[in-house]
């Protein structure tokens, strides 16, 4: 969702801030904004409804040339409190259009702020909630305890807010300074060499420095050229968490690919292999961050998974290894729902919360849910130090490097990966498993991404297909076991990319209504297991495609390779590596990835950028 970003340093502060705009296009946004402080008191603000381009060509028609200044900031929006139209598109600025503020969050008690703001005669200029902390900043710095100091100006008016928020402000009297500050949405400082920088997160600055500083809730920070002065909300100093980018701006390009999502297919096998890597050292699996001791984990009675989207479909598939591996139940469970159910939770209970942003606002309520309730929870994360692993007992970090595409691909085959290992650290615990076997099930895991890039040399076929079926209305996914969850996922990544209806299915289920759907030439999609692994499924699952096809389906079916019993049920035949059945979806899942970017391609659609998704959904 909003990406900010805010420089003081050496270099002209737009192309900076353009640049960093344009590194977190991928979180998604409907209108973009720049504020620059010209060092003579002057601050220039200029923003407009929709794609970056938009605002660019707006500077051009000001003249980028007359916008100087080596301090400022911008932001791109997704619309939540008024629609995306330019008067409410950050930055926001006070009366005296000396102050401007951006945001990223929801301020909840907006109405009795800007009521406040309303009486004192303030004229809104905005329907956001935004607005407000431009209004409040410049009151407070120019009366009271608070007057000519920003920063305590900025900190006052933290005090006052309610709900979630990164603020990012300026003051034209202050040419050379920018204060942000972070409650319960993202903030990190990047530290260079006479310039720093506040963001949403490191993409923003990954081009000018990987060295950067994780600030904590209720945290502030006052940036120059020379430092940064990390403080609470109460001026008094505060500690924040240094730390350096493992990857680098190539990981954060597209190195040639016409897309970045065709990228992050790519890298799966390696994202699989940096995410095992160091995970099972002298026999033995190991977390990342175990802040739950060995008892604790043998003392749990259950465990919930907890997630949305792609990382829930992580869940699902997980829930089958979980399980079998250490007879614990396993129930897993949209982050959304999860804590408006009243869920049975006690601290026996191990909640695991995946996500790979760490910021989707629902995965982290149901989170602080969990832990209210005196469970355990175990993030697994694919960003360093965001809110969720923040605020949970232990975390797993997935190493799938940066997602730029907002449909999730490489970072769902990590999650799948990484909620194995929680369920091997379990059964280890436990002692469900013996050693040996722990032993086992890692090496099968590890040659997994040798098997990923094995099926990537294959997808050719799978565009060709893409391409022929792109004018169907809709495509069903059925699958059986673990093969039903990559029916959902496969379903969810057609709907997001090619704007299609797709519905994934239990192949079991097909009876009991779905099969009402299958007309002529519907393409339907079946995720087949081994014939070897679970020949009872694959023999049921063969019925099923008869069954389908028997009524004018399009079958295309994704199966082991040799599976000769399927090819005369396949009118499209996809061929994938033999794995042990826990870990088809890890190979199953790709050219379902593979097939709805061409079909959205092939369709005109933007793959990277989906209409009206944000890669992080920071708001429930
Ligand atoms: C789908 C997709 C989303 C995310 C979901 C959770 O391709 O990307 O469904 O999986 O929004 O996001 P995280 O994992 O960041 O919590």
Sequence with gaps: MCGIVGYVGHRPALDVVLGGLRRMEYRG?????????????????????????????????VGRESITGTAGMGHTRWATHGAPIDRNSHPHRDASQRVAVVHNGIIENFASLRAELE?????????????????????????????????????????????????????????????????????????????????????????????????????????????????????????????????????????????????????????????????????????????????DLRDVDKVFVVACGSAYHSGLVAKYAIEHWTRLPVEVELASEFRYRDPVLDRDTLVVAVSQSGETADTLEAVRHAREQKARVLAVCNTNGAQIPRESDAVLYTHAGPEIGVASTKAFLAQIAANYLVGLALAQARGTKYPDEVAREFAELEAMPAAVQKVLSTVDQVRDLGRRIADSKAVLFLG???????????????????????????AGELKHGPIALIEDGLPVVVVMPSPKGRAVLHSKLVSNISEIQARGARTIVIAEEGDETVRPFADELIEVPAVPTLLQPLVSTVPLQVLAAEIARTRGYDVDKPRNLAKSVTVE
């Excluded at 946004?29 to 002057?42: N, R």
């Excluded at 496969?490 to 090619?498: M, P, R, V």
């Design 29 to 61: 946004y409907d209108s973009a904004g720049v504020a620059v402080l010209d060092g003579a008191g002057a601050l220039t603000v200029e923003r407009k409804a929709g794609r970056l381009a938009n605002l660019e060509a707006e500077l051009d028609k």
């Design 480 to 506: 059986r076991h673990v093969g039903f969850p990559v029916a959902l996922e496969g379903a969810l990544k057609l709907k997001e990319l090619a704007y299609m209806h797709a519905e994934g299915f239990a």
């Design 119 to 295: 009486a004192d005669g303030v004229e809104m200029a905005s329907d956001t909630d935004s607005e407000t902390a431009a209004h409040l900043v410049a009151r407070a710095y120019t009366d009271g305890d608070t007057k000519g100091d920003l920063a305590a100006s900025v900190a006052a008016v933290c005090r006052r807010l309610e709900g979630a928020f990164t603020l990012v402000v300026t003051h034209a009297d202050q040419p050379d300074t920018i204060v942000a500050a972070r409650r319960s949405s993202p903030l990190v400082v990047g530290v260079g060499e006479g310039e720093h920088f506040v963001a949403s997160d490191v993409a923003a600055f990954i081009e000018h420095t990987r060295e950067a500083v994780e600030l904590g809730q209720d945290q502030l920070v006052v940036i120059t050229r020379e430092g940064y002065e990390v403080t609470d909300f109460h001026g008094d100093a505060a500690q924040a968490k240094p730390f350096t980018v493992d990857w680098d701006l190539s990981a954060a390009e597209k190195g040639g690919h016409e897309y970045f999502m065709l990228k992050e297919i790519e890298e799966q096998p390696e994202a699989l292999a940096n995410t095992l890597r160091g995970h099972f050292e002298s026999g033995r699996i190991i977390l990342d961050e175990q802040r739950i001791s060995d008892q």
